[in-house]
């Protein structure tokens, strides 16, 4: 009788079973992996990711790392400012500046060239417009038309005279805000910025701890309060060198004076910087000035000189502009 040269096999289903060394391998090796930050799988979308490949060439391969929490590198940002390690000794003025707080910084390096109790709290007064014109301008296009609000005119002096319901282009409120110091200016683009008042003090001071600033808590974008508005002079040149960063800001602080056109029956306004290092110190170019009755008079001023750019704060000075001419002049001399 003759058989088919090829017959069915009738194949029984098994279970594979790894032996006990090679499971402690793999997991060894899954350890390893995971200590080393190498990928371990592949999620769906590197899947996906994989199946597009195959249909063009040119389609970079997925790659998915996973990290344990025990190794996750946790990075801290740079300080803005930094204190010199080995210090020499502190240059004496005499007789002593005029300021109760004062601090000069090399704002190219953030280093401190010299400091009288940077760290003590003081009320700012209008310095606080600094931090206001971070916050509001990246949130606000120079040709954004804002709509001046109706609690404009509860604001305390010093105002320039917005109407409310008035539309302004943004930039000119800027102007108006850093140059002549405008309350009403500072609550218009407080709330053109964020929606509210209270909305944007609260980006005041997340702004400020993300920046670092722990000297710093701000009640108002303007200042003129000055309870719970405070800050430091180290606070404060800190906050000055990433507002330089911003060329608009850099444009505006340095102005001397702007005419700036208006609607009618306005027409035209014409805004004078109120920093007077700006006629009368060489290099000077920036930043802003403060008074109220609690915190005096204050000074935040920056000059350049070359590639030497120096920023100096001075607090609750007697005479500020004095004391700043002082600082730079001393922080030219030691660069030169």
């Known amino acids: ?38 990928a371990v799988g592949r999620s769906h979308g590197a899947a996906r990711a994989d199946s ?33 390690t080995a210090p020499s000794p502190r240059k004496r003025f005499t007789p002593p500046l005029t300021s109760r707080a004062a601090i000069l910084v090399d704002a190219t390096s953030g280093r401190v060239l010299w400091a009288l109790r940077p760290h003590l709290r003081r009320h700012i007064a209008s310095t606080t417009k600094i931090m206001t014109a971070v916050v509001a301008l990246p949130r606000l296009l120079p040709g954004d038309v804002v709509t001046v609000p109706r609690t404009v005119m509860r604001v305390p002096l010093v105002k320039e005279g917005l109407r409310p319901q008035e539309r302004v282009r943004a930039w000119k409120l800027f102007y108006g ?17 964020a929606g509210s008042r209270a909305n944007f003090v609260t980006l005041m001071n997340q702004e400020a701890r993300q920046l670092g600033l722990r000297d710093s808590h701000f009640a108002g974008p303007s200042g003129v309060v000055d309870r719970d508005n405070y800050s430091s002079a180290w606070d404060l040149a800190a906050l000055t060198r990433v507002a330089l960063r911003d060329p608009r800001f850099r444009a505006i602080v340095r102005t001397r004076s702007i005419r700036v056109p208006w609607a009618p029956p306005t027409f035209a306004k014409e805004y004078v910087n109120k920093n007077h290092l700006l006629v009368s110190y060489r290099g ?29 704060v001075l607090l609750h000075a007697a005479d500020p502009y004095k004391d700043a001419r002082r600082l730079l002049d001393y922080g030219f001399a030691a660069a030169g």
């Open 284 to 312: 000077a170019d920036g930043v802003k000035t403060g008074w109220t009755t609690l915190a005096g008079h204050c000074l935040v001023a920056s000059a350049r000189r070359g590639r030497t750019r120096l920023i100096a």
């Open 52 to 84: 597009a490949a195959t249909k063009t060439a040119t389609t970079e391969p997925v790659v998915v790392t996973t990290t344990t929490t025990a190794h996750r590198v946790q990075t801290q940002p740079r300080p803005l400012l930094v204190a010199a």
């Open 1 to 38: 009788m003759s058989l088919p040269v090829l017959q069915p096999v009738q194949r029984r289903r098994r279970t594979r079973r790894r032996s006990a060394t090679a499971v402690a391998l793999v997991a060894l090796a899954g350890v390893a992996a995971a200590a080393g930050g190498v």
């Open 177 to 193: 805000l850093l140059l002549y110091s405008g309350n009403d200016d500072a609550l218009t683009l407080a709330v053109a910025a």
